[in-house]
């Protein structure tokens, strides 16, 4: 079976990286942090690039072994244990990507619904969401990662259609002087949105199907400090754009297209830069989706039910999407309540994945 490529694996990383962090998280860093917000979205980046560093680590040290067999092991006497200990880090991980799955759910329709479809029912447009999820569960790793390939040409348009004609309004007056509302704001801005700065965890469930190339993990490194800072640089000129209006912007990407003449003044293309950024969404739905059936099918141990799981897990999702997660205001109350167990897991998973792999580096 082919291997997932270097290159295929950069670009599907900057899709999952760009999706929902250029939509709804501006907004909400600014509403806490102000005119620092930009300050708190360097301080995700940099958690963002310590996790990846780590699982990539993982990811090199294990090319020829899947993440499942990782954490068993090879040693009978602690096999038992590090089984026991495996199934909470699937566990683990099957709960980060849920909660992400609720988030991009939530932001897709409000993406439609304030741009496109001002009536449209969330109970009925997450349905061919997650039906594109379950799609992805039968799909092979390699061919996924191939859809990312096939899609990134228009998701690079896309945002060039929309930050680029706005760089030239820029007004840094707006940002100065930094912590006007105090370190303490930037930092619990940082804290109540850490869930969004979650790019690695994905690899991992990946592991034994890249192929891990020559200065890989260099490449992938270099590509995320360069997105880690163009979102900071968004999020600083998102904020010098609008002001103290900011936090009242819920999807950064289509707001910003008020500031291209191009576009006001042929008509409404916002929609063709909404369009695009669905792509980016859909592939980053599909994913995650994909990631999660993964998780639940080790933990129940329904390998050969691969229908029945994935229908099960795409009805809870659906039934806690809609009912109890049906707002915006709904999901950040539940992830303010764990804020503290989802910072947690960001750090402790990797670390312990690493741990359990020793030093030993394969061939």
Known sequence: ???????????????????????????????????????????????????????????????????????????????????????????????????????????????????????????????????????????????????????????????????????????????????????????KAFYMNVIYFESAFFLLMFMGDIKIEKHFRKKLMITATILGLFFVFFVFMFYSLFGPLAPLKNTAVSNLTVYSSYITNNGRLDWVIVTMWLLLLFLRIGVTFYCAFACLRYITHLKHRAGYLSACLAIFVYLLSTFIFATTQDLTRFMGAILWLIAALYVIVPVLLLILGGRKKNA
């Open 1 to 187: 079976m082919k291997k997932i490529s270097s290159r295929q694996l950069i670009i599907f990383y900057c899709i999952y990286s760009f999706s929902i962090k250029f939509l709804m998280l501006p907004s909400l860093l600014a509403k806490t942090a102000g005119k620092d917000a930009w300050i708190s979205a360097l301080a995700g980046t940099l958690l963002e690039l310590t996790i990846l560093f780590i699982a990539l680590t993982v990811l090199t040290r294990n090319q020829d072994t899947d993440i499942y067999s990782h954490l068993r092991g090879e040693n009978p006497r602690t096999k038992v244990v590090r089984s026991a200990m495996g199934k909470v880090v699937i566990f683990a991980m099957l709960a980060v990507f849920l909660l992400q799955l609720f988030i991009l759910v939530n932001q897709t329709f409000h993406l439609l619904n304030e741009n496109l479809f001002d009536k449209v029912s969330v109970r009925y447009f997450s349905i061919p969401l997650l039906l594109l999820g379950m799609f992805f569960c039968f799909m092979p790793a390699r061919a996924i990662f191939r859809s990312g390939e096939v899609f990134f040409v228009f998701i690079i348009i896309g945002i060039a259609l929309s930050v680029f004609p706005a760089i030239t309004r820029i007004n840094a007056s707006e940002i100065l002087p930094i912590f006007n509302n105090g370190v303490s704001q930037s930092v």
